[in-house]
């Protein structure tokens, strides 16, 4: 029940337990004034009967004391009692006012005439007296006749008096039981009403107001201080204080709610940051695999709940290989062919999920973890694949800002496009077409690279020059010359391995650049390089092209002033390895200034 009706229904009973407590006592006090009445009847009444009794003996001793003195004092006292008894008679014809009952009226009737008798009798033996009859006189006063008359008034007086004491004793007694009864109720009411009112007091002020709004108070100091964690309790009672609960749970609510979306709103800020933070390194990215590192740190800050891969499109575009991962995803494989992914086919995201909502990717294991696989496109040309996959008791790839992964797959894709584009115009810059190896642009690059970050490096060169290279296009054509380039150039990269870096100079001839080696190391790994070539097997198209020979030119630098001449003095051993009948290696530090051949012009 409301405050306000519990209010109004105490105000309401308050008011009419006062209006019957007033009448209460209203009718307490009238029962009070009617036993003052009764009271004051019965004493008048028995005041009445005292005099008539005592009137008529003092008349009738007036009157006999004259009979025998015979002074006159007690003739005019006699007289005085007459007058008085006339003031008496009077009093008894007045006294019907009193609603006397019916023997009462009766008694004082009886009174009157015996009284009247006995004042006959009295007047009659003053006459006599008078008239000189003393001893009838005193005869009469004091003869059975008198003393009969005398005794009826007295017993008269003594019935009225028992009476009207009984009469106003029952009325004094009613109105006594009457007026304790209404003081009773009056009492009653009065006790009811500070019952209702400290029960108001108590319960209404003090456990339906006071306590909730104790309990509350603390829980709205709270609130103000932006704590939404707060435990509000409900109130299931509908009244004022638990409306200003139900608000202060509105209020508690959409103090969470705000806080969910203000931290929302701060994720999705930090999340574009850091989105526009790898977008802002993918651009600066020079190499592949700087940009997997780039997107292995920046993927999972940006997504804590999920792992993945980044998976690039091999040459041919028939497989994918991951070049970089992130929370070690497991259901996914490190490669696999294009043809395996579901996303890959359709060009557009795919989530392979443990509902089974859609087809799963077959590169995925079956362990039914919810994976998301988003094609990596730029210029309409598939390139890669970015792929998450759901960590225990994380976010899951359903939840995940599709417009995110979009934006970031997009940007990853055109970064990687930029870098293929990029690595392919520098292969077309630094490498031969024909062979794959590095160009003159780049020997000279790595000549000028050797001179500036290290000078006092040594650095051995070799001159490697095909034997005969025009027989096999005048015999064979120009595309198995092309071959044969392809061949020596293939051995020349296999046999050098790491020890050093091969490019083709131009025409036929090939130079070896050997960093940190020394000139024997060099001589014994040219020889090597000339003993593959010439017994390597080489045919083209079910034809067998011969056997093939290199001649080659050994130098070695050791102080920077060396290297200048370095590709002259190997190409010096070249043209003398030529002029012994090819097929040979010849060191430059080797050759007197006899033997040293003329340099050809270049």
Same mark, same amino acid.
């Given at each position: ?295 292995? +740190? ?6 804590? =709940? !999920? /792992? ?6 091999? @040459?041919?575009? $028939?497989? &994918? ?83 995110? +992964? ?6 990853? =894709? !055109? /970064? ?6 990029? @690595?392919?115009? $520098?292969? &077309? ?83 070896? +650049? ?89």
């Amino acid at each position: 029940m409301r405050i306000s009706a519990i209010t109004n229904w105490a105000y309401g009973v308050t008011v009419l337990l006062t209006v019957l407590s007033g009448t209460a006592f209203i009718l307490s006090a009238n029962s009070a004034k009617q036993e003052r009445i009764a009271v004051q009847e019965h004493l008048t009444l028995d005041a009445l009967g005292e005099e008539l009794a005592l009137g008529s003996e003092e008349r009738t001793d007036e009157a006999r004391l004259y009979v025998m003195r015979g002074e006159e004092r007690h003739l005019n006292a006699f007289h005085v009692q007459e007058a008085e008894e006339l003031h008496r008679e009077t009093a008894i014809k007045n006294i019907h006012a009193l609603n006397v009952s019916p023997a009462e009226t009766a008694a004082l009737e009886e009174i009157a005439r015996d009284a009247e008798s006995l004042d006959k009798i009295e007047e009659a033996a003053i006459s006599s007296y008078q008239n000189g009859d003393q001893a009838g006189a005193r005869q009469m006063l004091f003869g059975p006749e008198h003393e009969r008359s005398q005794t009826a008034v007295i017993e008269t007086v003594t019935r009225f008096r028992e009476l009207t004491a009984a009469r106003t004793g029952t009325a004094l007694s009613q109105a006594q039981s009457r007026a304790d009864l209404w003081g009773t109720v009056a009492k009653t009411m009065l006790g009811l009403t500070a019952a209702l009112f400290l029960g108001v007091l108590y319960f209404v002020l003090r456990r339906r107001v006071a306590l909730p709004l104790m309990r509350m108070s603390g829980i709205v100091s709270r609130l103000a201080k932006q704590d939404y964690e707060v435990e509000v309790p409900l109130d299931r009672r509908r009244d004022e204080i638990s409306e200003m609960n139900d608000a202060i749970h509105i209020f508690r609510n959409n103090g969470r709610e705000r806080d969910r979306l203000d931290a929302e709103r701060l994720r999705d800020q930090q999340t574009k940051d850091l989105i526009l933070q790898m977008m802002h390194r993918l651009q600066a990215c020079q190499t592949q695999h700087e940009l997997a590192e780039a997107v292995s +740190l920046f993927a999972p800050r940006i997504f804590p =709940g !999920l /792992a993945g891969h980044l998976y690039v499109m091999n @040459d041919s575009r $028939t497989a &994918l290989m991951s070049v970089g991962s992130w929370h070690e995803p497991h259901a996914s494989q490190t490669s696999f062919p294009s043809s395996a992914c579901w996303g890959l086919r359709r060009g557009r995201p795919h989530v392979s999920n443990r509902d089974h909502s859609d087809i799963p990717c077959q590169h995925l294991d079956e362990s039914q973890t919810p994976c998301l696989c988003v094609p990596l496109i730029a210029q309409g040309e598939t390139i890669g694949l970015l792929y998450f996959e759901d960590q225990p008791e994380q976010e899951t790839v359903a939840e995940t800002a599709r417009l995110y +992964l979009e934006l970031i797959a997009e940007n990853i =894709g !055109l /970064a990687v496009a930029n870098l293929q584009l990029r @690595d392919r115009l $520098t292969n &077309l810059a630094v490498r031969d077409p024909l062979t794959g190896l590095f160009n003159r642009r780049s020997l000279d690059e790595a000549f000028n690279r050797h001179i500036r970050d290290q000078p006092r490096e040594p650095l051995v060169c070799l001159m490697v020059d095909i034997d005969h290279f025009k027989r096999f296009n005048d015999e064979f054509g120009h595309d198995a010359g092309d071959e044969v380039m392809r061949y020596v150039a293939q051995i020349a990269v296999d046999t050098i391995g790491d020890a050093g870096t091969v490019y083709r100079f131009g025409g036929e001839e090939f130079t070896v +650049l050997l960093p940190g080696s020394t000139e024997e190391a060099g001589f014994q790994l040219a020889e090597t390089l000339r003993t593959n070539i010439r017994t390597t097997p080489l045919s083209y198209r079910g034809r067998i092209l011969g056997s093939v020979s290199v001649s080659i030119g050994i130098a070695s630098s050791l102080e920077a002033s060396q290297v200048t001449t370095l590709l002259m003095r190997a190409d010096v051993g070249l043209l003398e390895a030529k002029s012994r009948g090819r097929n040979v290696t010849v060191s430059a530090s080797q050759l007197t200034s006899s033997d040293s051949p003329k340099f050809r012009a270049r």
